[in-house]
């Protein structure tokens, strides 16, 4: 059975808890929330009297201590080379996405490239490579001592999951997850988790804009406003909050979050010549922002995000031009994420159709 990290770990020693399917033993680090077994690769939920509180965090450690202007993001990308998740092809898509969201972020939006945190797995500096603890700290950085007038941008690039909701703040019963690239070692990052990061701390003022492509990543945020294309063909609003009453918003801020809807039946993209592939749900964002006028609304920008991924999201090549298309001129587009609808998630409803989107 893999170490899962037996040792003390910040002041704060480790708990044994049963696999939930198989009953091996697992090894409980501070704070983890969910582990994955080495024997039946099934993920269990750690209850909340089995977790061991992460220690007090005081300033970020030297790697992240980087330029904090007033835009500022994290692009996480993972291609899970090296047989680093059991069952799955390495993904070529995600490190392309990192690149191509830089890009645009830099280029359209003039976001300073020192306020740009990547993390991707083909980096040989062991602070940017997008482990569990270190996409912790990225998000941390992105968000800590936020005030007025910042805009923030997470982006990640890779694997999905679900796991079995217990405590009671999911409508549909789970979980939604992302998979760091030591996933099998440590577990995925709940979205239970990600909300209290980079969520909850946004105050007045703050706008933070989080794209996934990842499977199962409609709602990985734990925002609780979902707004997705109706059987009329018009994008409307839903109501997510949890039956619980947790509260998932923010702390006067804005949260919005672009992903996708996926059954999770399509299969995961093995693509090992196609160094230039990209992410259908990365692709679609950056090729609607690119083609869309400055100050396009959210409907706007998500109808043409639908349109894209409906004429080419699933494969083929396509001639990108301006930021995405500086590196290379032909991407082929590859739906590793299996998503067959954009979607947009809130932390509060607005009018899509006459609010314009800006980062």
């Known amino acids: 059975m893999s170490n899962f990290g037996g040792r003390p770990h910040g002041g704060h020693g480790t708990a044994t808890i049963p696999c939930k399917y198989c009953r091996a033993p697992l090894s409980v680090i501070p704070g983890e929330r969910a582990i994955q077994c080495a024997h039946c690769n099934c993920v269990t939920r750690i209850r909340r009297a089995d977790r061991i509180p992460l220690p007090v965090m005081g ?41 191509c969201m830089r890009n645009l972020l830099c ?19 062991p602070f940017r490579l997008p482990t569990k ?22 982006h990640f690039s890779g694997i999905g999951a679900q796991v079995a909701d217990d405590d009671g703040d999911e409508v549909d019963g789970y979980d939604e997850a992302l998979c760091p690239m030591d996933a099998f070692q440590r577990g995925p990052i709940l979205d239970d988790e990600i909300n209290e990061a980079i969520v909850r701390p946004l105050v ?23 707004c997705r294309v109706a059987r009329n063909g018009y994008w409307q609003w839903e109501d997510q909050r949890p039956p619980s009453g947790a509260w998932k918003g923010t702390s006067g801020g804005q949260a919005v979050l672009f992903s996708g809807y996926s059954d999770g039946k399509s299969n995961f ?10 992410g259908a749900m990365t692709h679609s964002f950056v090729r609607a922002v690119e083609c869309e006028p400055r100050g396009v609304t959210y409907g706007r920008l998500l109808t043409s995000m639908r349109t894209i991924m409906k004429c080419g999201g699933g494969g083929g ?43």
């Not at 291609?79 to 996405?97: K, S, V």
């Not at 280029?107 to 500096?125: K, N, S, Y």
């Not at 003022?205 to 406003?225: E, I, K, M, N, Q």
Request: aromatic share 10%.
């Open 107 to 125: 280029q359209r939006f003039g976001f300073p490239a020192e306020c740009i945190i990547m993390l991707t797995d083909d980096q040989r500096d």
């Open 204 to 226: 007045h003022g703050v706008r933070l804009h989080a794209v996934v492509d990842a499977s199962y990543s409609a709602t990985v945020l734990d925002l609780p406003f979902l």
């Open 317 to 359: 090549y396509d001639d990108l031009q301006g930021p995405i298309g500086a590196p290379m001129q032909h991407h082929q587009v590859a739906n590793f994420s299996g998503v067959q609808e954009p979607n947009l998630s809130s932390s509060e409803m607005f009018d899509i159709y006459r609010k314009p989107f800006v980062l």
């Open 269 to 278: 993209a093995v693509m090992p010549d196609a160094y230039g592939s990209v």
């Open 133 to 154: 603890d270190n996409i912790r700290m990225a998000m941390q950085w992105l968000v800590q001592g936020c005030s007025y007038g910042d805009s923030l941008v997470f």
């Open 59 to 99: 300033p970020l450690t030297a790697p992240f201590q980087r330029a904090r202007g007033k835009k500022r993001a994290v692009l996480v990308g993972i291609t899970y080379a090296g047989g680093m998740r059991r069952g799955c092809g390495e993904l070529r898509g995600p490190i392309n996405d990192v690149k």
